[in-house]
């Protein structure tokens, strides 16, 4: 598996502690990645064997649901490889969970680790095709199927989103998001991120442009008010 790295006792990435792995490559461009670092997907092979002891050592804190999330880049990029691990796992009675951009093509690998997966935390990055083109280079009708797909089995459901100033950070948009993910009815959460510069160095070092060097981080209270919003909108 080619990785990026990982983390030990992420607790925002699903149920109960979990033992993130970032996966190497993605396909997007997001306008305000904060990991430009895991776009190429270059880098050492590590077994899928060494893969699994490694995380099998962290075990006995996958305690009230805890376990591995396969993050990135993006994971399903390696869904080939996620399969392959989801059999060690599964003899350690070790659960993961899938946190991806959903901007994929559903081949059957994709969907079997899907279909592997306890959780599938998906970005809602944007509301339409123009808006994904614009922002992220990748194609709102891939996530729309993707989700689609994952409604289709019942797979449990987070979604997230990133508010940026002046591209998403008002209600009228805010409610473009929330029609789409009404659509969904196995959807648990759904939690806004602010925008920040954090990774702004990254883009230095790597020569990179930077498209929102200007933008300011997302305010803490405005952040706060949308994703009351949201939550009363999405009530069931
Ligand atoms: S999908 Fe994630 S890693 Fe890829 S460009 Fe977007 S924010 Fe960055």
């Known amino acids: ?7 030990s006792a992420a607790a925002v990435d699903g149920d109960g502690v979990r033992y993130c792995v ?3 490559g993605c396909p997007l461009r997001c306008v305000y990645c904060h990991n430009p670092d895991t776009w ?4 050492d092979d590590i077994s ?10 962290y075990k006995p804190y996958f305690k009230n649901g805890g376990g591995v999330t396969f993050s990135g880049g993006e994971p399903l990029l390696q869904s080939k490889e996620i399969n392959e691990i989801s059999q060690h796992l599964k003899k350690e009675e070790i659960g993961y969970a899938l946190d991806t951009s959903g901007c994929v093509e559903l081949t059957d690998d994709v969907k079997k ?3 592997g997966a306890d959780l599938v935390i998906c970005d809602l990055k ?5 808006s994904y083109k614009k922002y992220t280079n990748g194609s709102f009708e891939r996530v729309k199927a993707f989700l689609d797909h994952c409604e289709k089995i019942k797979k449990r459901l987070w979604l997230r989103t990133v508010i940026v100033p002046n591209i998403n950070d008002n209600v009228d948009v805010l409610n ?7 659509s969904y009815t196995t959807l648990e959460k759904y939690k806004l ?3 920040h510069t954090m990774g702004f160095e990254k883009y230095e070092r790597l020569a990179i442009k930077n498209p929102l060097l200007t933008t300011k981080p997302m305010e803490s209270e405005k952040l706060s008010n949308l994703q009351t919003h949201i939550n009363k909108q999405l009530e069931r």
């Open 176 to 182: 473009k998001y929330i029609d789409i993910a009404k």
């Open 48 to 57: 899928v064997e060494t893969v699994a002891k490694k995380i099998a050592r």
């Open 113 to 115: 680790a899907i279909e």
């Open 126 to 130: 944007f509301w339409d095709e123009e």
């Open 193 to 195: 991120l602010p925008f």
């Open 22 to 24: 970032f996966l190497r």
């Open 40 to 43: 190429e997907s270059g880098g």
């Open 1 to 7: 598996m080619r990785i990026h790295s990982f983390e």
